[in-house]
Structures are given as C-alpha cells and as structure tokens.
C-alpha cells in the first residue's frame, strides 16, 4: 500500500535550518508529482512547495521562496525540502503529499521555529 512517511523536523531557533525528508513507498514514484503542505493551529493546510515527476520543474508559495528548496531522488524514492532562514511564522507541522488514484498523505512532522 501506499506509504508515506516524513522526518527531520525539530525545533530551530529563527535563521536556522532544517531538511525534511518524506520516504515514499508502494507506487512508482518516479511518475508522480510530489508536494509539501502545512498546516500551523488555527489555520487551513497551505501548500508550501510542489516538484514534478521528473524533478525538471518546482513551485513555491510566496512566502518560502529563496528560503526553501523542494528536490527528490526518484532512485531512492525520497522527497525532500531544504528550509533555510526560518521564521516565527514557518511553526507548523509539515506534511508530504501525492495524488495516486486518490490523495496520499504522511503523518506529518512538527517543525518549531522559536527563539
């Protein structure tokens, strides 16, 4: 079955970095588009960054731009986001995403930006 499974995330103080890693497993990665999503309490789950099948092509919302760097190793079926320069406002949890047939996601894993 379809798995995904998210790590990396922790708490950092503000400037600091964090790479979150989501391990994917029970479809042909290398075919689907992969996506990041947050969600802080209190608020909707927001898409953070998205990267295509084959890695050519990568979007970011506004407020991660220049900051944050979506990339995938399709051999070992891994997606990743390299969050750099974290803010306050990045405190949420993280979550890996895909749509086979119907929508994937991981369990997520808290990121906290705090001084």
């Given amino acids: 079955q379809v798995q995904l499974v998210e790590s990396g995330g922790g708490l950092v103080q503000p400037g600091g970095s964090l790479r979150l890693s989501c391990a994917a497993s029970g479809f042909s990665f ?4 992969m996506y990041w999503y947050r ?20 979007k970011y919302a506004d407020s991660v731009k220049g900051r944050f760097t979506i990339s995938r190793d399709n051999a070992k ?5 390299q969050m750099n320069s974290l803010k306050p406002e990045d405190t949420a949890v993280y979550y890996c995403y895909s749509r086979i ?3 994937y996601w991981g369990q997520g894993t808290q990121v906290t930006v705090s001084a």
Avoid: C
């Fill in 77 to 81: 079926s891994t997606v990743y986001l």
């Fill in 39 to 58: 969600q802080s309490p209190g608020k909707e789950r927001e898409l953070v960054a998205l990267i295509f099948s084959t890695g050519s092509i990568t």
């Fill in 101 to 103: 047939v119907r929508d």
């Fill in 30 to 33: 290398s075919k689907y588009s």
